[in-house]
């Protein structure tokens, strides 16, 4: 269950968990949540910026040179497996990092900051500057079922929503969970970024970020506009340069070298990436909304904080634990998120969410419990359609 909270010890429930959670009747304007973050929040130091960068990038090249001197040999297979955790694990910082210079929040040289972002993200295979565009979109309309942007729901009257609520009935929720974790964590970022999955109704499907010809552009509005193309072709550049890398590191070495070394860390970081991402936007009492019912304060506050430990925030730079602060101001680096996040809950203890579900049961929960949704009365919400698990026996 999701809670609304002054504080992470002393939760105060937000509304049970079913279909008509409580919602707060009036929000605060986009305004008074900016003004309860001082400017000063907003400004970067570089030393702790190039620490942070140090940090994740030092740690990521150590990890991944001790890649190369394990044996490609099938009893190594549970070396590979923790090799693979640990190293996706660790450089899934340097994918954060890339988010903030993508938000203007790393450097105060803002050539120089595009240039870290982009390095940082082509070396991880993500198109930087139509990823950044696709971001921006995503928090100018966050919970927005039209104007939204990733991990948007399909509502239930819809043929997906339809096909999503079916299978969820024939397969049972243990099964329906099972599919959701592979296919979000596994397929999802791929799938994003190739034809849009889980984008905004608004822009059509599908959608991509690496090519705009009429095929992606069928939507009420495009995603990416002609003026976007440039952009496009730079990121689509990087990736190739990579790609290239990657090749000729092929030849030299082995696919199956290659294969592991940098595959097998490449999948754990999309997973933390989706991770991070649905569980942030997503549970069973967090609404999104149309048109009619939205505006921007409401749809920043439906987004949760959730407890990932002490290693997880050092190493993610806290992007799953402060991360109502963000939607609020994106530009607030990752050092003083936490002060930030401690100033919106004194000023608004009531609205931002925290929940201190342990993170593996609370994606398990959201993986079984939220494939469509539908409109609940009297807010205007859309929430996760779902059946109420048995209690326990006691």
């Known amino acids: 269950m999701v809670f609304i909270s002054s504080s992470d010890q002393h939760p105060h429930p937000q509304g049970k968990e079913n279909n008509n959670p409580v919602q707060p009747t009036t929000y605060p304007s986009k305004s008074q949540l900016l003004a309860c973050l001082p400017p000063e929040l907003l400004k970067v130091n570089p030393i702790k910026a190039w620490g942070s960068l140090t940090m ?16 490609l040999q099938i009893n190594a297979a549970p070396l590979w497996a923790l090799y693979a955790l640990i190293t996706g694990t660790v450089a899934t910082g340097c994918w954060v990092l890339a988010h903030e210079c993508g938000h203007r929040a790393f450097h105060p040289n803002r050539r120089l900051e595009q240039w870290v972002g982009f390095a940082l993200h082509s070396l991880l295979l993500v198109p930087y500057f139509t990823w950044q565009r696709s971001h921006g979109v995503h928090h100018a309309n966050c919970n927005h079922l039209e104007g939204g942007e990733t991990h948007v729901p399909p509502r239930s009257e819809t043929p997906a929503g339809q096909i999503v609520a079916a299978a969820a009935k024939r397969m049972g929720s243990g099964l329906f969970g099972i599919l959701s974790l592979i296919t979000h964590l596994v397929l999802g970022w791929p799938l994003y970024l190739l034809f849009g999955v889980t984008g905004g109704e ?53 696919l199956a070298r290659i294969l592991c070394v940098y595959g097998l860390p490449y999948l ?41 430990g002490p290693l997880l925030n050092l190493l993610h730079h806290g992007i799953g634990s402060t991360h109502v602060c963000h939607h609020i101001n994106p530009g607030i680096p990752h050092y003083n998120a936490w002060h930030a996040t401690t100033l919106l809950k004194q000023q608004f203890p009531e609205l931002v969410r925290y929940d201190p579900t342990p993170i593996h049961q609370a994606l398990w929960r959201v993986a079984t419990r939220c494939g469509v949704v539908s409109q609940q009365e009297p807010d205007g919400g859309f929430y996760y359609s779902h059946r109420e698990e048995p209690q326990a026996q006691t």
């Open 56 to 71: 994740s990038l030092g740690l990521s090249l150590l990890a991944y040179g001790l890649g190369t001197k394990i044996p």
């Open 202 to 254: 608004d822009y059509g499907a599908p959608t991509s970020h690496f090519w705009n010809s009429s095929l992606f552009r069928n939507g009420r509005r495009p995603l990416f506009t002609d003026s976007s193309k440039g952009l496009m072709l730079r990121s689509n550049l990087g990736l190739l340069m990579m790609l290239i890398v990657l090749v000729l590191a092929s030849v030299h070495y082995s």
């Open 268 to 308: 754990v970081i999309n997973a933390w990436l989706v991770c991070y991402t649905w569980l942030q936007h997503t549970d069973t009492d967090i609404p999104h909304f149309s048109s009619r019912d939205w505006n921007w304060a409401k749809g920043a506050l439906q987004t949760v904080d959730r407890p990932y």
